[in-house]
């Protein structure tokens, strides 16, 4: 969960989850649909689903334990060489370094670097270096106490230098770098994306479809959505009617628009217009339909959605 999110954000939904999968057999057992449901809102819901894998993987290969060895661990869904290093030496008292946001800007200060952190001659450099000061006892103290001095006192803007216990032995403060040290990531470019999503009502239910493996949300259930130009309503009428025939074999009309969200998804900034649907008729699904169905406004509330996909929700009922 700590992956690309702050403890802040994290800390209600760990409870919860913990919650309702106490144990690694728990999640293993658990259907995947109730833990995109638990994770929902989190973002970047491949963790989940890696998780979820995991503790499969833990269950039938390792009698439910979690295993110490580097290589076990690193050979688990979602667990890469930071997260496998926190892992080892936080859990276990391994000697494996770790390497993340709050680390990288302490070191590259520490050295003056002044390159791009995210090259691959800065990142070999770092998990040497990260390795290389790990004591022989208490590494996860030692690790822990890394992201926290990044954290909390070597932070991006105005770092408490007179604080810091490593002051004298930081090149950049002797250089009066530290402002210009780590160099900043280039800009991030963002593609403006226009989406189109449809409630389809019938008979007091509406119609979602799950998201399909290998895209965004992947898993999810959301309304039906698509990206289109911005054109007037009878010709993006036309086109939407035609579009969910074609995907799902149902025949709507699309009425009135309902709402607009603007958000962010990576480097994507998408506007978000959504439409009433009147349902006509259900012809037969092409063969590689995604899964559908109709549900109650009440029975949203049991299927993972998308942040976007729960506004809509809200608004239906």
């Known amino acids: 969960m700590l992956q690309q999110t702050q403890v802040a954000a994290v800390e209600p939904y760990f409870l919860r989850f913990r919650a309702a999968f106490p144990t690694i057999k728990a999640l293993a057992a658990a259907d995947e649909q109730d833990v995109l449901r638990h994770w929902e809102g989190l973002g970047y819901y491949r963790r989940a689903r890696q998780l979820h894998a995991a503790a499969k993987v833990l269950v039938d290969e390792h009698r439910g334990r979690f295993p110490d060895d580097p290589e076990a661990v690193r050979a688990l869904p979602g667990i890469g060489r930071y997260t496998a290093g926190a892992i080892l030496s936080i859990a276990f008292d391994a000697r494996e370094p770790i390497l993340e946001a709050n680390t990288i800007r302490l070191f590259c200060r520490l050295l003056t670097y002044r390159g791009q952190p995210a090259s691959s001659e800065a990142q070999r450099l770092l998990w040497a270096m990260a390795e290389a000061m790990l004591p022989r006892r208490r590494v996860g103290t030692f690790n822990q106490a890394l992201m926290e001095l990044g954290s909390q006192v070597c932070t991006p803007k105005a770092p408490k230098c007179d604080q810091c216990p490593v002051a004298t032995l930081c090149e950049a403060k002797r250089f009066g770098l530290q402002d210009a040290v780590p160099a900043l990531k280039p800009k991030k470019k963002f593609e403006e994306v ?63 628009h309902q709402k607009r969200l603007k958000h962010g998804v990576t480097r994507f900034r998408i506007t978000l217009d959504c439409y009433s649907a009147r349902f006509v008729a259900s012809g037969k699904p092409p063969a590689d339909a995604p899964e559908w169905k109709w549900v109650t406004p009440g029975q949203m509330a049991e299927h993972p959605l998308s942040t976007t996909g729960r506004k809509l929700a809200a608004l239906v009922r």
Not at 196 to 204: D, F, M, P, S
Not at 220 to 226: A, G, K, S, T, V
Request: hydrophobic content about 40%; aromatic content about 8%; charged content about 35%.
């Open 194 to 256: 226009h989406e189109v999503a449809l409630i389809v009502r019938r008979r007091g239910r509406v119609l979602l479809l799950r998201r399909p493996e290998g895209g965004r949300w992947a898993g999810l259930w959301d309304f039906p959505r698509y990206e289109m130009d911005h054109e007037v309503e009878p010709v993006l009428f036309r086109r939407l009617r035609d579009m969910l025939r074609t995907q799902t074999g149902i025949d709507a009309v699309p009425e009135s």
